[in-house]
Every structure is written in structure tokens, then in C-alpha cells.
């Protein structure tokens, strides 16, 4: 059956770095965009960053610019947010997405980050 398990998330102080991972498996991981999203307390589920099948366009939210990296492994089906310079407000569940036109998205189950000193 259709999988996404993220992995990576924790406690960190801020300016510190996690990197998070989602493993993909029971569909053609190549053939759809992914995308990292989030939840903080209380707010709504946004986008955080996207990324192609290919992996040749990425794009970002605006909160998250020159701090986060999303890239892709298709040989090994996984998706992964690298995230530098955090801040508490970074703070939430962050969620991987596969996304494909025509097609039902998958979710993963989610992992929490909380930036904290």
C-alpha cells in the first residue's frame, strides 16, 4: 500500500539545523511532485516548499527563503527538507505530500519540530 514516513524532526535551539526525510514507497515516486508542508498549533496546514518530479524547479514559501533546501532522491524514493537557521516560529508538524495532476495526493503521517532554547 501507498506509504510516506517522514523522519527527522526533534527539539533544537534556534539557528540550529534539522534535516528531515520522507520515504516513499507503493507508487512511482518519480512521477509525482512533492511538497513539505506544515502545521503550527492553532494555524492553518501551509506550503512550505516544493519540489518538481524531476527535481529540476523547486519553490518556497517566503518565510522560508535561503533557509530551507528541498531536494529529491528518485533511486531511493525519498524527499528531503534541509532546514538551516531555525527559528521558534518554525515550530510545527511538517508533513510530506505527493502530488500528481488527476490523481489523489498521499500524506504522510507527519513529524514535529520544535525550536526552542
Known amino acids: 500500500q501507498v506509504q510516506l514516513v517522514e523522519s527527522g524532526g526533534g527539539l533544537v535551539q534556534p539557528g540550529g539545523s534539522l534535516r528531515l526525510s520522507c520515504a516513499a514507497s507503493g507508487f512511482t515516486f518519480s512521477s509525482y511532485t512533492m511538497r513539505w508542508y506544515r502545521q503550527a498549533p492553532g494555524k492553518e496546514r501551509e506550503v512550505v516548499a516544493v519540489?518538481?518530479?524531476?527535481?529540476?524547479?523547486?519553490n518556497y514559501a517566503d518565510s522560508v527563503k535561503g533557509r530551507f533546501t528541498i531536494s529529491r532522491d528518485n533511486a531511493k524514493d525519498t524527499v528531503y527538507l534541509q532546514m538551516n537557521s531555525l527559528k521558534p516560529e518554525d515550530t510545527a508538524v511538517y508533513y510530506c505530500?505527493?502530488?500528481?495532476?488527476?490523481?489523489?495526493?498521499?500524506w504522510g503521517q507527519g513529524t514535529q519540530v520544535t525550536v526552542s532554547s
Open positions: 519540489i518538481t518530479s524531476t527535481g529540476g524547479s523547486t
Open positions: 505530500a505527493a502530488v500528481r495532476g488527476g490523481y489523489t495526493p498521499y
